[in-house]
Nanobody
Framework: QVQLVESGGGLVQPGDSLTLSCAASGRTFSRNAMGWFRQAPGKEREFVAT????????YYANSVKGRFTISIDNAKNTVSLRMNSLNTEDTAVYYC?????????????????WGQGTQVTVSS
């Protein structure tokens, strides 16, 4: 059984930073790309960032490029999302996902496993 568990969400003010973590267990993700998605209230879930597990190739949504950084700790089977300069539009439930392949992808249907999500609220 594959499990992805996110942590690190919370309530922050505009301009603050926050780091989300995703712990993977149940299988080895040595060849799978990982990704972060988010879903704001009343909106569809959208791509945020993705990274290849071994090579470290990364891709970001235009809305977060330059502010968010995705990273991997292979030894700990953990994927992190560092979020800087947060604004109210970043408010959403953030989901960690494991891809079916080694190729980083922006498409949700390329991801086979999903975490339960962690809430990030940016408000003054």
């Amino acid at each position: 059984q594959v499990q992805l568990v996110e942590s690190g969400g919370g309530l922050v003010q505009p301009g603050d930073s926050l780091t989300l973590s995703c712990a993977a267990s149940g299988r080895t993700f040595s060849r799978n790309a990982m990704g972060w998605f988010r879903q704001a209230p009343g909106k569809e879930r959208e791509f945020v960032a993705t990274i290849s597990w071994s090579a470290g190739s990364t891709y970001y949504a235009n809305s977060v490029k330059g502010r968010f950084t995705i990273s991997i700790d292979n030894a700990k089977n953990t994927v992190s999302l560092r979020m800087n300069s947060l604004n109210t539009e970043d408010t959403a439930v953030y989901y960690c996902a494991a891809s079916r392949t080694a190729v980083p992808s922006t498409r949700q249907w390329d991801y086979a496993y999903w975490g339960q999500g962690t809430q990030v609220t940016v408000s003054s």
